[in-house]
Each structure stands twice: as structure tokens, then as C-alpha cells.
């Protein structure tokens, strides 16, 4: 059972344009939600979290929006640039219940072409 | 300050084969977590270790297996390789064990054949 759900699969966007990936949750126990971005060959990289009792959280480019009732959260990247292009992970976890993994979505490849 | 290291960052094995795969955390990193990575699966939790307990397992079958040493470097194992096992294994560590502070290693690639 897929707990995130991610899309869309796969993003091209316009240098200077705005990228948006969504993503999905099921378990309401969740209470952290990570994005990281993955570059080819690499790991995965802490991009930007948030925690359900807020609905926004800005760092530079990259906002996470956050919707509880709706069980939704999305990143949006402002102002893309070609060193975006990435693939990006929507995670969640509960860090409350002393949980040590995360459930990542399936991954969202952009594509910032100049 | 050094990163998390996977060693071997690639390997081929024949199905039926055992191979071990080795994690180096950040220095001062208790936890060790694993997660496999394939193009149509994602990224799955395997198990985490922090203190050499394994603290939580991941819905993989038993011949997926880990340990951690008391310097905190880990190992996982897989016995009787199969076709579907050909992934990249990722390892982050992290101070307290939460996945607050993962940080990510390269990963090795597996590929059975």
C-alpha cells in the first residue's frame, strides 16, 4: 500500500518559471514531511520540512504548502533554474510515535530547460 | 567533515550469490538506516540500526539482512541473490536516530545477472 503518493512523474519547466510537485498522504499519524532532491548518482539530499501546524514554510526558492484537512502538500520552486533539474522526493513520517523511517513518493523528475 | 560512505559504490553478482554492503556514518552519527531504491518501487525501508540494535525492519523477506558495529559503521547482507534484487542501496546516518538529520550516502548499485 503506497502511503505518499506523488505527481506529476515527470516536470519541464521554463528557466524562470515556477515548478509545483504534489503529493498525497494517507496516514494521519504522520507529522513530519520532508522533501529531498537527488541528483544522478548521489543520495538523496535534505531539501526543505515541514510539520502539520503550520501551512507554509519558505527557505530561499523552495516552498512547502500544506494542507491538513486535505491530507496534501506540495513544493514549489520559484524562479527555476537548469541546476534544479533533479529528481525531488516527497516524504513522510511519524516522528512522534518514535518512528526511524521515512515513506517517500515515488519521485518527480524535472526537467528546467533554459 | 566527511560524509556518509557506501562501499562498494558498484557491483555485479549472479543470481544465487550472497553480498554485503558496507556503510560508513558521519563521525558522532549513531543510526544507521537503509533503503533500496528501484525505478519501479522507490525508495523502501529496509531497517535502521542505532547503537548496534536493530531498532526497525522494513517489509522485506529475511534474506535481507544488517548489523552495526560498535564504531557504528554498518553492514546489510543479502543471501540468495535474485534477479529483482538489482537496486541502489542507500545508508543515511543521523545523531539521535531520528530522520530528522539523515544524511544520505551515494549509495551502492547492485546488479544481479
Known amino acids: 500500500q503506497q502511503q505518499v503518493k506523488q505527481s506529476p512523474q515527470s516536470l519541464i519547466v521554463q528557466k524562470g518559471g515556477i515548478s509545483i510537485i504534489n503529493c498525497a498522504y494517507e496516514?494521519?499519524?504522520?507529522?513530519?514531511f520532508p522533501w529531498y532532491q537527488q541528483f544522478p548518482g548521489k543520495g538523496p539530499a535534505l531539501l526543505i520540512a515541514i510539520r502539520p501546524d503550520v501551512s507554509e514554510k519558505k527557505e530561499g526558492r523552495f516552498t512547502i504548502s500544506f494542507n491538513k484537512s486535505a491530507k496534501q502538500f506540495s513544493l514549489h520552486i520559484m524562479d527555476s533554474q537548469p541546476g534544479d533539474s533533479a529528481t525531488y522526493f516527497c516524504a513522510a513520517t511519524n516522528i512522534g510515535a518514535g518512528s526511524y523511517q521515512l515513506t517517500f513518493g515515488k519521485g518527480t523528475k524535472l526537467s528546467v530547460i533554459p | 567533515k566527511a560524509g556518509v560512505t557506501q562501499t562498494p559504490r558498484y557491483l555485479i553478482k549472479t543470481r544465487g550469490q550472497q553480498v554485503t554492503l558496507s556503510c560508513s556514518p558521519i563521525s558522532g552519527h549513531r543510526s544507521v538506516s537503509w533503503y533500496q531504491q528501484t525505478p519501479g518501487q522507490g525508495l523502501q525501508f529496509l531497517f535502521e540500526y542505532f547503537s548496534e540494535t536493530q531498532r526497525n525492519k522494513g517489509n522485506f523477506p529475511g534474506r535481507f539482512s544488517g548489523r552495526q558495529f560498535s564504531n557504528s559503521r554498518s553492514e546489510m547482507n543479502v543471501s540468495t541473490l535474485e534477479l529483482g534484487d538489482s537496486a541502489l542501496y542507500l545508508c543515511?546516518?543521523?545523531?539521535?536516530?531520528?530522520?530528522?538529520?539523515?544524511?544520505f550516502g551515494s549509495g551502492t548499485r547492485l546488479t544481479v545477472v
Open positions: 496516514n494521519t499519524a504522520f507529522d513530519y
Open positions: 543515511a546516518s543521523s545523531f539521535s536516530g531520528t530522520t530528522h538529520g539523515y544524511t
